[in-house]
């Protein structure tokens, strides 16, 4: 990789984290602190920015100025001039793109063309480097990119065009800021003299933007692109991964760069005392906050682990957090985006908390006197009333024995909604790691695990009206049915899904064993996300079965990506549950708006002719004597294929916790009560 001269406001970016770790430069004088970047190469003198610095800099003297041998002087230490690339002269700013792509081994684009940005185009023209997906939407390049990098940890690349081009890919970009997706989005602009003048397809996408991104630029110069480019990919896969944005207008990626560049940073090489000393005090106060954490650990009765996307983001995470559920005898819950960070076979496992999470894991919290949250924000949706969330951690912190620890690596999100007792700053995994060897082995904790036990007993997933031979399809048993055929292929298979009741009943009913194979949106809960994050996942990962788990209002919203799927043969599969309406809204207008349904039902198209005449099998489940037959037909299928399930209308999804309540004040499924509410339903005239 070509190091390159990072910018003052990329390094704003990235915290200095990379000035912390490097070195300083050593002046002699006042003169040698005059910055290196105010001067070219070209204008100093060449005796002292070429000479070796083997001897420092004889004081000055009356007579120093007439020294004959004045041009002999040693340089100043570390002054040094840095060499220039002369590697990208001659070509433009798009052949410039596109030989930063192949030294950053980037292997596929998703993007779409416009006048803006052809220049760009016009240099990856029949490229052999990297693969080209070309969506039939903006949004749709967005999220597949999002798939892309959700499922191979790499970062999702975006190449669009200005104006409507850019601001389509909004939505995907806060969508990445809010899960923490790395995603890199080049979009195009128009000429830099046009640029506030209102000219066609001209948006201020940087300030549009801002608020959406870990960082953005726009690029001035052809000089400065290798640059910007290579600290986008840096800045989006640093600490907290997240979407950055390059703008690029057109007469940059048109021009030609007639100069060679900086190549090496300037950066200072060694660290100074204050990096080292604040290296080391931050060295001592993390092994102080381990031993804290350690001992809590170790006196807690009744702990659980609480785990989020944060520890995927390291490869070990998984592996490390088993270690210590192992070691400890803890149980395991995880959050929405952290399904597949602990094997659900395990009896440890809690399965995912929350508004539509397990009950026992919202016990769990509730009575747990030690909460360990690992890589996770305690969002709202898994809080609950906030006042009232963990009483007993609470409760224990007050009397030293336990209370509430935060592993995290995005400082702001550390005591943002939740105070925390103790929190362990920096990557989830390896402070894990730090910790175990602190940690006292535990073979059991029978009281716990017996409570834990007890409320699985009484309340579990399996809890729903049961599907019947003639009945209509239940959803929950399709979703059972799935996870039971592809049993023996979990680890190469990869689930995504839109937003709504079908991405709960997924969460709810697969069973998750394997990292990086849950692909949702979880933060911003982007309708639409399910089939272009497919598309990406599949380019990804081309061996494993994609299955794109969508709700009928939801694949509505970007249904037209079936067709990059059959242009390019992408072979992801959609199991798409059809209950003809916004199953999640009409969910909550049943229970809190005496079923007033208002504009959630829509009319939708005949799925199985429009798959088709995009060029993608497709079939449809009815009759439930069929499902093992069509789930398999839909699996085995080659190519994209479409399975349209006829399912059953105004099925709740339990558990959950309504607005306001505490984890613990949950519904579930009664069978009384669901006869009441279905009698409730019929008086007021509503379609059961």
């Known amino acids: 990789m070509m190091p390159l001269r990072p910018s003052k406001s990329a390094l704003r970016a990235l915290h200095y984290q990379r000035y912390m770790t490097s070195g300083r430069r050593y002046f002699t004088s006042s003169v040698a602190a005059v910055s290196p970047h105010r001067f070219s190469a070209q204008k100093r003198a060449q005796s002292t920015a070429t000479a070796s610095a083997s001897e420092s800099r004889p004081a000055p003297s009356p007579a120093f100025n007439q020294d004959p041998h004045r041009n002999e002087v040693s340089p100043l230490q570390n002054r040094n001039v840095p060499e220039l690339d002369d590697s990208f002269v001659g070509l433009s700013g798009g052949e410039i793109f596109h030989e930063m792509m192949l030294r950053l081994g980037v292997k596929h684009v998703f993007g779409y063309p416009g006048g803006a940005i052809l220049p760009v185009f016009d240099a990856i023209y029949n490229s052999k480097h990297f693969d080209f997906v070309l969506p039939r939407h903006e949004q749709g390049a967005g999220h597949m990119a999002e798939g892309y990098a959700r499922a191979s940890g790499l970062p999702g690349v975006v190449l669009v065009t200005s104006g409507p081009g850019a601001t389509n890919v909004i939505t995907p970009m806060q969508d990445a800021l809010s899960d923490g997706t790395p995603m890199v989005v080049f979009c195009g602009q128009v000429p830099t003299s046009l640029i506030g003048t209102d000219s066609f397809q001209e948006a201020d996408v940087i300030g549009i933007s801002r608020a959406c991104t870990k960082w953005n630029v726009m690029v001035k110069s052809v000089a400065e692109l290798p640059r910007r480019i290579q600290e986008a990919f840096e800045i989006a896969t640093s600490g907290r991964p997240g979407p950055v944005l390059v703008d690029l207008p057109k007469d940059i990626t048109a021009g030609i760069l007639r100069k060679p560049i900086p190549m090496n940073s300037t950066i ?69 985006q952290g399904l597949g960070g602990f094997d659900e076979l395990d009896s440890k496992a809690l399965h995912m908390l929350g508004m539509h999470g397990s009950a026992y894991a919202n016990m769990a919290m509730q009575e747990a006197d030690l909460i360990i949250a690992v890589g996770a924000r305690f969002d709202d949706r898994v809080t609950g009333n906030i006042t009232k969330f963990a009483p007993q951690a609470k409760l224990a912190a007050s009397e030293d024995r336990g209370g509430i620890v935060h592993f995290e690596i995005m400082p702001k999100n550390i005591n943002k909604v939740v105070q925390a007792n103790e929190a362990v700053e920096g990557d989830c995994a390896d402070n894990i790691r730090h910790l175990l060897p602190h940690v006292n082995a535990v073979s059991e904790r029978p009281e716990w695990f017996a409570q834990i036990n007890d409320w699985k007993a009484r309340f579990p997933f399996s809890l729903y009206e049961k599907q019947s031979s003639e009945g209509p399809i239940k959803p929950q048993t399709l979703i059972e049915k799935l996870s039971d055929l592809t049993a023996h292929m979990k680890d190469r298979t990869i689930i995504s ?6 991405q709960m009943w997924a969460a709810q009913h697969f069973r998750w064993r394997h990292p990086r194979t849950m692909i949702t949106s979880g933060g911003l809960g982007t309708m639409g996300y399910g089939l272009p994050a497919a598309i990406g996942a599949k380019v990804a990962c081309p061996d494993a079965l994609v299955v794109d788990i969508d709700g009928d209002a939801s694949f509505n919203m970007t249904l037209t990506e079936l067709s990059t799927a059959a242009q390019f043969n992408i072979g992801v599969k959609v199991l798409l549950l059809n209950n003809e309406e916004q199953g999640m809204v009409t969910q909550w207008q049943n229970l809190f708006y005496e079923d007033r349904y208002s504009h959630t039902h829509q009319k939708n198209p005949d799925f199985v002719p429009l798959a088709q005449s995009m060029g993608v099998a497709a079939d449809k489940l009815v009759n439930p004597a069929d499902m093992e037959e069509k789930l398999k037909w839909l699996i085995e299928s080659d190519g994209p294929a479409l399975l349209e399930v006829i399912t059953d209308r105004k099925v709740p999804v339990l ?4 607005a306001g309540c505490a984890l613990h004040e949950f519904l579930v499924f009664d069978e009384a009560k669901e006869k009441e509410r279905k009698a409730l339903m019929r008086k007021r005239k509503v379609i059961v």
């Open 655 to 658: 558990p959950m916790v309504p």
């Open 497 to 502: 899904t839109g937003v709504g009741q079908h």
């Open 268 to 336: 200072p090489s060694l660290p100074s005392a204050a990096s080292m000393a604040a290296r080391e005090l931050g060295m001592k106060q993390l092994e102080n906050t381990i031993g804290r954490v350690a001992r809590l650990v170790n006196v807690a009765k009744k702990p659980v682990l609480y785990v989020g996307q944060g520890l995927l983001a390291n490869p070990e995470g998984p592996k490390i957090l088993k270690e210590l559920a192992d070691k400890a005898c803890i149980p395991v819950t995880t959050t929405l």
